[in-house]
């Protein structure tokens, strides 16, 4: 199964845009990029999901380049209410590997 | 989308005593997987549940402590039997429709 890294936290102010970066070296042909986001006291909830160059919604941007080596999410004019903890999975169909993930502290 | 719940959200129990954590889907799955994640750590993978047939379960996790039942395409139970301490946790199920959904988790506090 493919391995995640990512930073352990990280700081940011409301409006800004923050952006989380995965590494992920050895993901396979078939697998995709997905994150997740986790308040305290709730399950994860599903973000974005990619497979290769930019896909956006409504509410994060994730690029991935080429290689596929890694992949960052992007978050615009971050709220308070985005503090929360970022996973980056490989996913390599239904098994999900939960890496340490991100946590994200916004300040006013 | 999937809407799932867990019973009960939270319990505190006895060392040695068993819980069963109860997870429901507003939609028929095939497949449905149970979590955990221990105070300030990540989610790993216990055991995956498939309707009819035995569920399948990941390095470290086994039957005896962590029996799981799957009656039907909308339901499954996780019980963590002879409780200790470790056992505390957050349990939470989850089911693949088209992403992967999660239960709110079932906060387990053993005394």
């Known amino acids: 199964l493919a391995k995640t890294t990512q930073p352990i936290s990280m700081d940011s102010y409301e409006g800004q845009e923050v952006n989380i970066t995965c590494s992920h070296n050895n993901i396979a042909t078939n697998d995709y990029i997905t994150w997740y986001q986790q308040f305290p006291s709730q399950g994860p909830r599903f973000i974005i999901q990619g497979y290769k160059t930019k896909v956006t919604n409504e509410v994060a941007s994730l690029f991935i380049p080429a290689d596929r080596k890694s992949s960052t999410l992007s978050l615009p004019r971050v709220s308070l209410s985005d503090t929360a903890v970022y996973y980056c999975?490989?996913?390599?169909?239904?098994?999900?590997?939960f890496g340490t993930g991100t946590r994200l502290a916004v300040r006013p | 989308s999937a809407v799932i719940s867990q019973k009960p959200s939270r319990d505190i129990c006895q060392r040695g005593t068993s819980l069963t954590i109860q997870c429901q889907v507003d939609s028929q799955v095939t497949m449905m997987f149970w979590y955990r994640q221990q105070p300030g750590q990540s989610l790993t993978l216990i055991a995956t549940a498939n309707q009819g047939s035995e569920a399948t379960y990941e390095s470290g996790f086994v039957i005896d402590k962590f029996p799981i039942s799957r009656p039907n395409l909308t339901f499954s139970t996780l019980t963590v039997s002879n409780l200790s301490p470790e056992d505390s946790s957050i349990y939470l199920c989850?089911?693949?429709?088209?992403?992967?959904?999660f239960g709110p988790g079932t906060r387990l506090t053993v005394l």
């Open positions: 999975l490989v996913d390599s169909g239904d098994k999900l590997t």
């Open positions: 989850s089911v693949v429709l088209a992403t992967q959904y």
